[in-house]
């Protein structure tokens, strides 16, 4: 066989020949969502970021299945598959394995957001929206515990004062909300996968 000469191209590379760049894997979703966004997750890695971690043995994804297989994915997160359909409530969220109550808030203050949410872009002019809970008692659920001598709901208001309402907080970022003294990354990302929950209660509401 003969050489390739400096006059002559080397024959194209075979498609199969060329190394595929690595897909990335991440341990948590909650660095997924850091690297890739919200929208990103699918709805078990949302339910798993909210959950924060598992319980009885299993991880926090196994229990986000959990969740989905009882509720048909997210579909009767918002109402239950009966008649007449009832509003899923802390009570019966924490029915499943591994769901404590404070989590089950959690995952629930998401869904309500998604009916606010729905209330607002849906309808013009916008419905009004339930006086309670109030947006800084769904925000506190989110975020949890208190940190730096703050308390979840004293973070909540702050929040609130700096972007006027949940609906402020679309269209923002992790960067400016980091910057209210004690929302750290961990409680930024669990607000993250709470607003984006929400995005898709509505998306089913429509």
């Known amino acids: 066989m003969k050489g390739i000469t400096e006059t002559q191209t080397p024959p ?21 969502l850091l690297d890739a966004g919200s929208r990103s997750l699918t709805q078990a890695e ?23 297989d009882k509720y048909a994915a997210l579909c009767f997160l918002h109402r239950t598959n009966e008649y007449p359909p009832r509003v899923v409530t802390v009570p019966m969220l924490s029915q499943v394995p591994g769901v404590k109550r404070h989590k089950a808030a959690r995952i629930l203050a998401g869904v309500e957001i998604g009916r606010r949410m729905h209330a607002i872009w849906y309808f013009h002019p916008p419905r009004p929206v339930p006086a309670k809970p109030s ?14 001598g703050r308390s979840g709901r004293r973070i909540a208001e702050a929040l609130l004062q700096k972007y006027g309402s ?41």
């Open 46 to 68: 949302l339910l798993a970021v909210l959950l924060g971690s598992g319980g009885g043995g299993r991880t926090a994804m196994d229990i986000a299945n959990a969740i989905l």
């Open 12 to 32: 194209p590379v075979p498609v199969s020949a060329v190394p595929e760049e690595p897909k990335k894997t991440w341990n948590h979703p909650g660095g997924k």
């Open 166 to 206: 949940i609906a402020g907080l679309y269209d923002t970022d992790m960067d400016g909300w980091v910057k209210i003294r004690g929302l750290n990354s961990v409680k930024a990302i669990r607000l993250a996968a709470a607003l984006e929950l929400g995005v898709r209660i509505h998306k089913i509401l429509n």
């Open 135 to 148: 947006e800084t008692d769904l925000i506190a659920d989110i975020l949890g515990s208190g940190i730096r």
